[in-house]
């Protein structure tokens, strides 16, 4: 096979394997999309807002699927809704793929959180939150993402509550976080909810 014939047999197999990847991904995409509008928005899009469910929009993908794998095989136990077990339990391995994939590119502005921070007392809390936030360096697991910790910036006050509560329960376990929270006060819980859900206005969302 001469030079020339042999760069364009090249070219014209890199070109096929593009055009399967882009169908693939966008096969797995569309999948995705699918499995959230009929399984996952009701709790946790704008049909869910008044629930204690999390926003998982813009999610590490990592942990979505680690998460979805731990209810799917018991590991974690649904304490909100008492639904995931089952619809993990019936996602196949890439379903799970798809659909944690599809939530990480999604845009967390989409879902209409509001936040009150003109309320009395909002910008005490929102500052010593931030500071107790950094004292006990949650950064370094949730502004990370190494340690498959999740994101929380910006997460529905109403779960982060609820979730804080259960791990200082021993509801839900997790490295450090029983050690971290157990010196926490009632104030410290409430002003760490308030930064954290209150940092969405720095995400610039309309309205």
Wanted: aromatic fraction near 8%.
């Amino acid at each position: 096979m001469h030079y020339k014939q042999a760069m364009k047999l090249t070219r014209t197999l890199l070109h096929a394997g593009v055009l399967i990847l882009l169908s693939t991904t966008a096969f797995a995409s569309e999948r995705g999309r699918a499995i959230y509008e009929s399984q996952c928005v009701a709790c946790h899009g704008n049909p869910g807002l008044a629930l204690k469910t999390p926003l998982l929009h813009g999610q590490e993908r990592a942990y979505l699927i680690r998460s979805l794998q731990a209810f799917q095989l018991g590991g974690r136990i649904d304490q909100i809704m008492s639904s995931m077990n089952g619809i993990a339990a019936g996602l196949s391995d890439a379903d799970i793929s798809a659909v944690a994939s599809y939530l990480a590119g999604q845009d967390a502005c989409d879902v209409k959180i509001e936040v009150d921070f003109n309320r009395e007392g909002f910008r005490e809390e929102f500052t010593a939150g931030k500071d107790k936030y950094m004292q006990a360096n949650c950064s370094h697991c949730h502004d990370s993402f190494h340690h498959y910790a999740p994101r929380i910036v910006g997460q529905k006050a109403e779960y982060l509550r609820l979730a804080l509560s259960q791990f200082k329960a021993g509801v839900r376990v997790a490295p450090m976080m029983a050690t971290i929270l157990g010196s926490w006060t009632d104030d410290d819980f409430e002003n760490v909810v308030t930064y954290l859900s209150g940092l969405r206005l720095m995400r610039a969302c309309d309205g």
